[in-house]
T-cell receptor, first 114, second 112 residues
Framework: KAGVTQTPRYLIKTRGQQVTLSCSPISGHRSVSWYQQTPGQGLQFLFE???????NKGNFPGRFSGRQFSNSRSEMNVSTLELGDSALYLC?????????????FGPGTRLTVT | KQEVTQIPAALSVPEGENLVLNCSFT??????LQWFRQDPGKGLTSLLL?????REQTSGRLNASLDKSSGRSTLYIAASQPGDSATYLCAVGNTGFQKLVFGTGTRLLVSP
């Protein structure tokens, strides 16, 4: 069974631009969560989608948004990029939305903002 | 607000040693706790998931325990190998949803 895939793996953008990251969950998984990892803040929860609905959101500005499609694939978008948005962005998928289910992470997208 | 702390921040051991990694959390009202490993520049690999009703889980050389009342979990690695070198993260699920609060991580180096 294929794991969680994320595209692109690496991205370099300029301050002020916007970016879209993609995540394909494990086949059959309906929940997708996004996390940001930085050396200073560690891993922080961005948001979770289940059946195309955002169910939970972390403490990030409105520049961070996401969506989920009917096939459970998810995208996250960051508008008006800032230098501090440079990070590893990880998505995780789970069979269902309940917290008793294990989360499986993808390899991440490394975003560098210059 | 849930806070998760891992001690030690870094650990260096010779191959073959048994070792314990510690994770503590401030809010004991958790749904589950998950241990992950992360290799440099890579994503997270799930190691063990412990539900709030469980006391421990085992997988191969790994054993994780959970004591909700004291807000602690430990990951025991038996007979460590150089391939175990990685950063180990614990994460707590506080809500009924898929939001995990991560610890600060323990960077493990196992020398041959």
């Amino acid at each position: 069974k294929a794991g969680v895939t994320q595209t692109p793996r690496y991205l370099i953008k300029t301050r002020g631009q916007q970016v879209t990251l993609s995540c394909s969950p494990i086949s059959g998984h309906r929940s997708v969560s996004w996390y940001q990892q930085t050396p200073g803040q560690g891993l922080q929860f961005l948001f979770e989608y289940f059946s195309e609905t955002q169910r939970n959101k972390g403490n990030f500005p409105g520049r961070f948004s996401g969506r989920q499609f009917s096939n459970s694939r998810s995208e996250m978008n960051v508008s008006t990029l800032e230098l501090g948005d440079s990070a590893l962005y990880l998505c995780a998928s789970s069979v269902s939305g309940g917290s008793s289910y294990e989360q499986y992470f993808g390899p991440g997208t490394r975003l560098t903002v210059t | 607000k849930q806070e998760v702390t891992q001690i030690p921040a870094a650990l260096s051991v010779p191959e073959g040693e048994n070792l314990v990694l510690n994770c503590s959390f401030t809010d004991s009202a958790i749904y589950n706790l998950q241990w992950f490993r992360q290799d440099p520049g890579k994503g997270l690999t799930s190691l063990l998931l412990i539900q709030s009703s469980q006391r421990e889980q085992t997988s191969g050389r790994l054993n994780a325990s959970l004591d909700k009342s004291s807000g602690r979990s430990t990951l025991y690695i038996a007979a460590s190998q150089p391939g175990d070198s990685a950063t180990y993260l614990c994460a707590v699920g506080n809500t009924g949803f898929q939001k995990l609060v991560f610890g600060t991580g323990t960077r493990l180096l196992v020398s041959p």
